[in-house]
């Protein structure tokens, strides 16, 4: 028993001597990590004291769970949480779906030019802010100037929307906004990878006679499947998070659209902004933190049933 | 964007375990008079007071460049006087709220700053202000009679649990409420501003401006609303939050809910009505838009707001229009309108009486505020006769290094030259304003919504869904205020209500 863990230990030290300079290269990171994530954690207790300053954080009074009452306490609770979750469950599938589909288009175009303009204007969106996107559909929908409304709806001989008011389109435009912006830089990462796969595969698939389609199905997709599954993983660890300005900025913080717009983020920005309760926005931000965390530990976990060599960890 | 929430809440708590052990560290050598500041004592100096520098922190619309000269002048009465040196800040208003709050909750020196502005109650709850009783007993008897003379009701008001956190500015601490419209359209139209007596009259005046001034909207939102906050502060009391508002014609002193009254609905109902005719812009709910820049560019007629003897003047220059201001209704104040700005010691100051000597200038020493209201005689200003000045040769309000236009924030605006264009009787009229104004039964009734937080968020939201729209007219009130008083029973108002009302009681039984 003594023995094998001596070896065992022998058998770490060695590695460790071994790996020294890639444990060295870490040491940035970590202490990043360490600093700007770890230590801050200690914060957490935040979210379960009534904060007075006069006393210090430690000095002030407990709480219990008094804080996290506002995030169940209502019926909002059960809208932001279903709008939080739908629509990033939609995100991730419809985003992986098109930035996978433009990739493998993008490496088919052998114009170098022609492959860097398309790659470019498409990453464009990814870069603009959320603030001037909200302009840039308001631009689009706006009552009265909007193009929609003056130019296309009046073309097709359709009476003009008043579409921050109508509750029912804003699923589809959050949607189609969130993959404009966001499908570039996914798609980058996943050409980085196409690219990254030896030529050999195909070159061979060809003497075999596949086509292109057959190509794609049965060598790019199965050997780009674990950077899918890193990529779909870690946007499961952020369900909880919303993307702030796509909710909040481009409705225009619009009152009637809240029953489809609302999500936890907004809805605990809308609270608290005037209360500045620092107890209240910690206890928010740690239900999302532990809901993403046990969801990443989940979803790895079948992962790791069916691929192991494809789950994170 | 994406994290922008999380990072800030992560930002604020590093910052805070960092203070907590700074504060740890330190707090051992507080105590010691800070000597940086008060190079050689002025021979005039009170011997028994130890030079100390005190930062004083206040907000302004844009940075003043010539803050350090003017500091440096304020410096020469501040040594004779009060053997200190004194360190301005000015943080922009659009940065004040966020700035403040992480410089009060961390150790940054400050000494006095300006408080108020929504956030009184919190940052006394939160223990960030001292109290100031024992100080203006001692040190403060200045500002104290100013006050007083004035009604000390005003120095009361912002007291909690019977302590003094804050001493508002002498300015127009009362308010009346009606229509700005713009005057070269009413002249052009010969509207005659005499007929106009309730918020019904002008739907013809609106009328006249449709048809003939297609490019102009006959009336736009003040802040966010047609004919909510501000003007309705006239019609009642909002008791701090406006969760539970007392409305001004009642006697009594029952809180209701005011979104629930006949009185809010009519109001909508109003709103509405201009809606559907045309005279608020279809787009009001969404434009964001502040209502000067639309009034600058021509493109509005009028506007709802609050009042005071000065603001027809203030608010013409600022939007570059001749405005003309019509009453509807009468002046009122109550604990919120004293309670906006104040001046507070922060927890963390060094030397609280000698903070509160400061401040006792700002109300009693006429060089002292007219250094900070003005800026410096020749340099910013020049004298027309003794108390009306005017901008020296070749500087304008846009090129002046120093000119916040702050004079009704910096203690007694009772002691601040005239300005030129600006009402040579204004000291009189701003007093009779402020002694004729009808005080609020509630008067110096300071609520703490603590026991309540919860359902404060969740009624927050309610208010975010539905108030925009309706007070802009957008939708219709006899199908959405139903569902609006409904969404905010089930958010727990009748509970906040009740609680209001409970303090409210114990305090009118404590001050009788």
């Not at chain 2, 350090?68 to 004040?96: C, D």
């Not at chain 2, 209704?329 to 004293?338: D, F, K, M, R």
Request: charged share 20%; hydrophobic share 45%.
């Amino acid at each position: 028993m003594k023995a094998s863990k001596m070896s065992v230990l022998r058998l770490e030290m060695r590695k460790a001597k071994k790996y020294r300079m890639l444990v060295l290269m870490t040491l940035p990171g970590l202490l990043y990590f360490l600093v700007n994530n770890y230590l801050p954690m200690f914060g957490i207790v935040i979210a379960f004291k009534d904060v007075n300053f006069a006393t210090g954080i430690w000095g002030s009074e407990w709480v219990g769970f008094k804080n996290f009452e506002y995030l169940f306490k209502t019926k909002d609770a059960y809208i932001i949480t279903r709008n939080t979750l739908l629509y990033n469950l939609s995100f991730i599938v419809l985003n992986t779906a098109i930035a996978i589909s433009l990739a493998i288009l993008l490496n088919e175009i052998r114009k170098r030019i022609l492959s860097r303009t398309y790659q470019t204007l498409i990453l464009l969106p990814h870069l603009i802010s959320m603030v001037i996107v909200g302009y840039l559909v308001l631009g689009f929908l706006d009552v009265e100037k909007g193009f929609m409304n003056k130019t296309l709806l009046p073309f097709f001989g359709l009476e003009p929307i008043s579409w921050y008011s109508e509750t029912k389109y804003w699923p589809w435009i959050l949607t189609i906004v969130h993959a404009w912006k966001g499908v570039g830089q996914l798609c980058i990462i996943y050409l980085a990878s196409i690219i990254g796969i030896d030529q050999e595969y195909y070159e061979a698939a060809k003497i075999d006679g596949a086509n292109r389609w057959q190509q794609i199905q049965m060598i790019t997709i199965p050997l780009i499947a674990p950077v899918i599954t890193i990529m779909t993983l870690l946007a499961i660890g952020r369900i909880f998070y919303s993307d702030f300005g796509l909710f909040f900025q481009v409705p225009l913080n619009t009152g009637v659209l809240m029953p489809v717009t609302n999500t936890i983020d907004t809805y605990v920005y809308r609270a608290l902004v005037n209360m500045g309760d620092i107890g209240m926005s910690s206890a928010a931000g740690l239900y999302q933190a532990l809901v993403g965390f046990v969801l990443v530990l989940a979803s790895n976990a079948v992962v790791r049933k069916f691929n192991k060599d494809n789950a994170l960890f | 964007m994406k994290k922008s929430m999380k990072s800030a809440a992560m930002l604020l708590i590093s910052v805070l375990a960092a203070s907590t052990l700074v504060t740890a560290c330190s707090s051992g050598s507080s105590n010691q008079p800070n000597t940086s500041g008060a190079p050689g004592l002025s021979d005039s100096a009170k011997p028994d007071l130890e030079p100390v520098e005190l930062t004083m922190v206040f907000p302004v619309n844009t940075e003043q460049k010539d803050l350090k000269a003017v500091e440096e002048e304020i410096n020469k009465i501040t040594q004779k006087k009060i053997n200190a040196t004194v360190k301005l800040v000015q943080i922009t208003k659009g940065a004040w709220a966020q700035q403040t709050t992480l410089m009060l909750s961390g150790n940054e020196k400050m000494d006095l700053i300006v408080s108020g502005r929504g956030t009184y109650e919190q940052q006394v709850a939160k223990g960030n202000y001292l109290a100031l009783d024992d100080y203006i007993a001692k040190y403060g008897q200045g500002a104290q009679k100013a006050l007083d003379d004035l009604d000390p009701a005003y120095l009361k008001a912002s007291r909690i649990d019977g302590k003094t956190y804050g001493i508002t500015s002498i300015r127009d601490l009362a308010s009346d409420f009606g229509i700005s419209m713009r005057k070269d359209l009413v002249d052009k139209y010969k509207i005659d501003t005499n007929a106009i007596r309730s918020v019904d009259d002008l739907d013809t005046v609106f009328k006249v401006i449709k048809e003939n001034e297609p490019d102009v909207t006959p009336v736009i939102k003040f802040s966010n609303s047609i004919l909510g906050s501000p003007f309705s502060a006239g019609m009642m009391d909002p008791l701090g939050d406006g969760f539970g508002v007392l409305q001004a014609h009642n006697d009594g002193m029952k809180v209701v809910n005011w979104i629930e009254t006949p009185e809010y609905a009519k109001l909508l109902d109003t709103t509405r009505r201009w809606y559907l005719a045309g005279y608020v812009a279809k787009d009001a709910a969404t434009s964001t838009e502040i209502w000067q820049n639309l009034m600058k560019a021509g493109k509005a007629f009028s506007t709802f707001h609050h009042m005071s003897p000065f603001s027809e003047a203030a608010n013409s220059l600022t939007v570059g229009q001749d405005l003309i201001e019509v009453r509807l209704l009468p002046a009122a104040s109550g604990t919120t309108s004293v309670i906006t700005y104040m001046w507070s010691i922060p927890r963390n100051a060094q030397n609280p009486e000698r903070s509160m000597m400061l401040l006792d200038l700002m109300y009693t020493d006429k060089d002292f505020i007219n250094l900070l209201d003005w800026g410096i005689e020749g340099q910013h200003y020049v004298k027309k006769s003794d108390n009306v000045i005017d901008f020296p040769e070749g500087v304008n309000a846009s090129n002046s290094g120093y000119y916040p236009y702050e004079n009704w924030l910096f203690g007694n605006m009772f002691l601040s030259y005239v300005f030129n264009g600006e009402d040579p009787d204004r000291n009189q009229k701003l007093e009779e304003f402020i002694k004729n104004s009808k005080k609020s039964k509630a008067m110096g009734f300071i609520y703490n919504p603590e026991s309540v937080k919860t359902e404060i968020a969740a009624l927050t939201n309610v208010v975010n869904q539905y108030a925009l729209a309706l007070e802009t007219g957008t939708v219709d009130p006899a199908k959405v205020l139903p569902e609006y008083i409904k969404q905010m029973k089930a958010a727990g108002i009748d509970k906040v209500i009740a609680e209001k009302q409970k303090q409210l009681d114990a305090w009118a039984a404590a001050n009788k």
